[in-house]
């Protein structure tokens, strides 16, 4: 029988694999988007807002999430958690879908804009998203592996910190190459 506990790192490093592996796969093409049902344009299109929305609601999960932590309140915590990676793979999933069946979206504004605004915050929010992946993985592995009494003598405090941080950055600048992209121009 596995023990998740001694395996969590492994375990982490797995599905933080596969992970981006899919997303890489995704945005280079690799992923045949005949292998997926197409939806009407107006769902595709719809797909970039919707992401915004549910990344500014893990925003507010990821903040709620700390906040009863530091409160003390480990089931509230647990439960912000949970739903913040739940937002989190409904992200991803849409994400793929669109990318796998429409491709990547080129910036429409400015050269000037582009080189010197855009792309390097594209940049940050793909680093902190790569980075903050395996964090959250084993983080939740962590709490998913050990009673609620043993969590603090674990790595999850730590890096449930780092975790957190990463990734609200990423959601953040996540947001602002959305409106980059779709709104201002």
Request: net charge positive; proline share 6%.
């Amino acid at each position: 029988m596995l023990d998740v506990r001694e395996q969590v790192p492994a375990l982490t490093a797995v599905l933080t694999v596969v992970s981006l592996a899919l997303v890489f796969g995704a945005v280079g093409g690799a992923i045949p988007a005949v292998l997926l049902p197409r939806a009407p344009e107006s769902v595709l299109e719809a797909i970039p807002t919707v992401n915004a929305l549910i990344s500014a609601a893990a925003i507010v999960s990821i903040l709620a999430g700390v906040r009863a932590i530091r409160r003390g309140n480990v089931e509230r915590h647990r439960r912000l958690m949970v739903g913040a990676f739940g937002l989190f793979v409904a992200f991803l999933v849409l994400y793929l879908y669109r990318v796998t069946l429409v491709g990547p979206t080129d910036f429409p504004g400015p050269a000037v804009v582009e080189t010197y605004v855009y792309f390097p915050l594209l940049a940050i929010h793909i680093l902190l998203a790569i980075v903050a992946i395996p964090a959250v993985y084993y983080t939740l592995l962590l709490a998913a592996s050990h009673p609620v009494s043993q969590l603090g003598r674990t790595n999850h405090p730590r890096a449930g910190k780092v975790a957190a941080t990463m990734w609200l950055i990423s959601f953040s600048l996540g947001i602002v190459v959305y409106a980059m992209l779709y709104v201002v121009w």
